[in-house]
């Protein structure tokens, strides 16, 4: 099929891809494309998250020479979509990274704090001795943060690009902002495209993905693959459940993504408080990446970002009763609070951050509500909380789960099955070939069955470190 070049790069006849990560899983996207010649492309660079196998995924050394790597294309800011990227750069990568200014932006928080949450982690973990390694050491520091973003070579959307032997183009996802589908033609002139995660028409702050005109090879996530999103219940429900909560005593936790989920969760609560159906109680965001991110979309709502819906105004995302936690301190004074109150905190999937103090807190309180509001990944936290868990280990000590758990999965802005197979439909030139990835086993499985029985296309669901030619 090929043969094996100085560099260790694979001098192939056909372009070929690897399904690195985000196959199995919701987390870790990483998809590699070998050209003829020998170059590589990463699409993607995503870190695990979830249940220890999974975790232990990101210590292995990268399975070709990062040095080798030539280019990475980013589809937005989230971890499990850039986060392993200080870790290629800590084994040799030191190509460019192609994405939009605002993800470019995100990513900068978001490494870092992942950095500094790593280093905290380990810190810890040797103070008190319940990691089994000794000592803990983080995957990547900030050094590692500061390498990989000197990479960054930002591309607006719908501007293509060209490099190592393929033309590159952007497209709007609508998943958060600066979040894209990737165009990659070819040497040859076939064209694959990789969708990242694709956004919802509902979505509050942006318009909604740029249609898909067609492609040789698809690359199509499916977290939702298997689920619709029931848009009209989550917000009576929210309400319901703030109410409830504040009328025993007690106060609201939200773990929230602190790119885009704070946001939106912010905006909600707007809504919800303008409109009068929630008690107005205080709200507290109690995460200075999320204070960070959110600076990110004030300033596109300043600038007139074309990503976002018309007529944002600041207050929407900055509203007078809003209480910023910026201190250590400052957020440990909300964990026994003197009245009812809302807190948003991060991160989303409660594997790490200040969200675990607060857990560790308020969940042996019956008075207590927890809501999630977004995906949980198979063996992180917040799925267990969904999933009934009776007690939840925290930083060594399984903390007994008294408060009451609230999935309102409505929240997410990932597409869901009818939204994502409505995206696909609009397709002028079918793809020869559909690979469902992005998703638990079922759900990928369920999307891969809609595509070829709604769609009559054909569909494959990938294993991992799966090698395929385009």
Same mark, same amino acid.
């Given at each position: ?117 790593? @280093? #905290? ?5 040797? /103070? %008190? $001795?319940?990691?089994? =390694?000794?000592? +803990?050491?983080? *995957? ?74 067609? @492609? #040789? ?5 499916? /977290? %939702? $693959?298997?689920?619709? =999103?029931?848009? +009209?219940?989550? *917000? ?235």
């Amino acid at each position: 099929m090929g043969h094996m070049m100085p560099d260790g790069r694979s001098g192939t006849r056909s372009p070929q891809l690897t399904f690195l990560g985000g196959v199995g899983t919701v987390t870790g996207s990483k998809f590699l494309l070998e050209l003829p010649g020998g170059d590589r492309v990463l699409l993607d660079c995503g870190l695990f998250q979830g249940g220890r196998e999974l975790r232990r995924r990101n210590w292995a050394t990268f399975p070709v020479p990062a040095s080798s790597v030539s280019a990475i294309v980013l589809s937005h800011a989230h971890l499990d979509h850039c986060g392993y990227l200080p870790g290629l750069v800590r084994q040799g990568f030191s190509g460019s990274v192609h994405t939009t200014p605002d993800t470019a932006r995100l990513a900068a928080i978001v490494l870092r704090d992942s950095a500094r949450l790593m @280093a #905290d982690e380990a810190e810890h973990a040797n /103070t %008190y $001795g319940w990691s089994k =390694h000794r000592p +803990a050491l983080p *995957l990547y520091d900030d050094k590692d943060v500061e390498k990989a973003l000197e990479l960054f070579v930002p591309l607006e959307h719908e501007q293509p690009a060209y490099l190592d032997g393929i033309e590159l183009c952007l497209h709007r996802a609508g998943h958060i902002l600066g979040s894209s589908w990737s165009e990659v033609t070819l040497p040859g002139g076939a064209v694959l495209v990789h969708t990242g995660d694709l956004g919802r028409a509902t979505h509050p702050l942006l318009k909604p993905p740029v249609p898909f005109q067609g @492609a #040789d090879a698809l690359l199509v996530e499916s /977290t %939702y $693959g298997n689920r619709r =999103h029931d848009d +009209a219940g989550t *917000l009576w429900t929210m309400a319901a459940a703030i109410n409830r909560t504040v009328h025993r005593g007690g106060s609201v936790l939200i773990p929230a993504f602190a790119v885009d989920r704070t946001e939106v969760i912010i905006y909600r609560l707007h809504q919800l408080r303008r409109t009068g159906m929630i008690a107005k109680v205080p709200v507290y965001v109690d995460s200075p990446m999320g204070l960070a991110a959110r600076d990110v979309y004030l300033e596109a709502i300043a600038s007139g970002s074309p990503e976002l819906r018309p007529g944002l105004t600041r207050d929407v995302l900055d509203p007078g009763w809003l209480r910023e936690l910026r201190t250590v301190e400052e957020s440990m004074s909300v964990n026994e609070p003197d009245q009812p109150s809302i807190i948003i905190s991060a991160s989303g999937m409660a594997s790490g951050g200040r969200v675990l103090h607060h857990l560790r807190h308020l969940l042996p309180d019956p008075r207590m509500t927890v809501l999630i509001v977004g995906f949980a990944a198979l063996g992180t936290r917040s799925r267990d909380l969904v999933d009934g868990t009776s007690s939840l280990k925290i930083h060594g000590h399984y903390v007994p789960v008294r408060a009451e758990i609230v999935n309102l999965p409505g929240f997410s802005v990932h597409s869901d099955a009818d939204e994502t197979i409505a995206w696909l439909r609009t397709a002028r030139r079918p793809p020869r070939v559909t690979y469902v990835v992005h998703g638990e086993p079922d759900a990928a499985a369920a999307l891969r069955g809609r595509i070829h029985d709604e769609l009559g296309r054909h569909a494959v669901v990938p294993a991992p470190d799966e090698h395929v030619l385009l």
